[in-house]
T-cell receptor, first 118, second 117 residues
C-alpha cells in the first residue's frame, strides 16, 4: 500500500534562512507523482510543487525546490529565503499516475508545522 | 477561473441529523474529489468522480455517506445520522486529466468545517 511519512511534526526557521522539510514515501508503483501542499491557518490547501517519478531533474518553483532521491524514496521540500508568510502546515502527498485506471486520489502525510521566526 | 468553492464554510449540527455539503469545481475540470481532514492529520480520501461517474470510494465512506455529481458539474456530499466522529474539515478538490503537472495537480476548495454536538 502507498504511504507517506513526514517525521517532523514541527520545524522552526529563522527568517531569510533555508529550511528542508522531510518526506519519504512507499509504493510499489513505477509511475507516480509527488506533491507538496501548504495549508495556512485559514485552511485552504495550496499547491506548491510537483515531481513525477520519471523526471530526472529536481522540480523547482520560485523559492521552492524538491530534492527527489528515487532510490531512497525521499522527496524533501526545500524552501529558500524563508518569509514570515511561510509559517503554515506543509503536506507531502503522492498519487499513482494511472492513465487508464480509476486511481486518482492523493495520499497525504501527517504534515509538518513550519514556524518562521523574525 | 474562480477556483473551487464549497458551501457552507461551517456547519454545526446535532448528533443524528443529516447534513449536505456542496462543492463547485473549476469549470473545465472533469475530476472532482472529496477528502476529510481531522485535527492534526493530513487529508484522507473519501471518493472521486470523473464527470458524473463515481469511480472510487474509500472504505472510510460508510453507508451513512453518499456523494453525487449530477451532470458532471457540482457535487454534493451527504452525511446521514451524523455522529460526533464525523466532526472534521471536508475538502473538495478538482483537476482535469492530461499529461504533465497540470493534469495531476488537484486544486482544493476552502473546505467545510463540520462540528457535530
Amino acid at each position: 500500500a502507498q504511504k507517506i511519512t513526514q517525521t517532523q511534526p514541527g520545524m522552526f526557521v529563522q527568517e531569510k534562512e533555508a529550511v528542508t522539510l522531510d518526506c519519504t514515501y512507499d509504493t510499489s508503483d513505477q509511475s507516480y507523482g509527488l506533491f507538496w501542499y501548504k495549508q495556512p491557518s485559514s485552511g485552504e490547501m495550496i499547491f506548491l510543487i510537483y515531481q513525477g517519478s520519471y523526471d530526472e531533474q529536481n522540480a523547482t518553483e520560485g523559492r521552492y525546490s524538491l530534492n527527489f532521491q528515487k532510490a531512497r524514496k525521499s522527496a524533501n521540500l526545500v524552501i529558500s529565503a524563508s518569509q514570515l508568510g511561510d509559517s503554515a502546515m506543509y503536506f507531502c502527498a503522492m498519487r499513482e499516475l494511472n492513465y487508464g485506471g480509476s486511481q486518482g486520489n492523493l495520499i497525504f502525510g501527517k504534515g509538518t508545522k513550519l514556524s518562521v521566526k523574525p | 477561473d474562480t477556483g473551487v468553492s464549497q458551501d457552507p464554510r461551517h456547519k454545526i449540527t446535532k448528533r443524528g441529523q443529516n447534513v449536505t455539503f456542496r462543492c463547485d469545481p473549476i469549470s473545465e475540470h472533469n475530476r472532482l474529489y472529496w477528502y476529510r481532514q481531522t485535527l492534526g492529520q493530513g487529508p484522507e480520501f473519501l471518493t472521486y468522480f470523473q464527470n458524473e461517474a463515481q469511480l472510487e470510494k474509500s472504505r472510510l465512506l460508510s453507508d451513512r455517506f453518499s456523494a453525487e455529481r449530477p451532470k458532471g458539474s457540482f457535487s454534493t456530499l451527504e452525511i446521514q445520522r451524523t455522529e460526533q466522529g464525523d466532526s472534521a474539515m471536508y475538502l473538495c478538490a478538482s483537476s482535469h486529466t492530461g499529461a504533465g503537472a497540470d493534469g495531476y495537480e488537484q486544486y482544493f476548495g476552502p473546505g467545510t468545517r463540520l462540528t457535530v454536538t
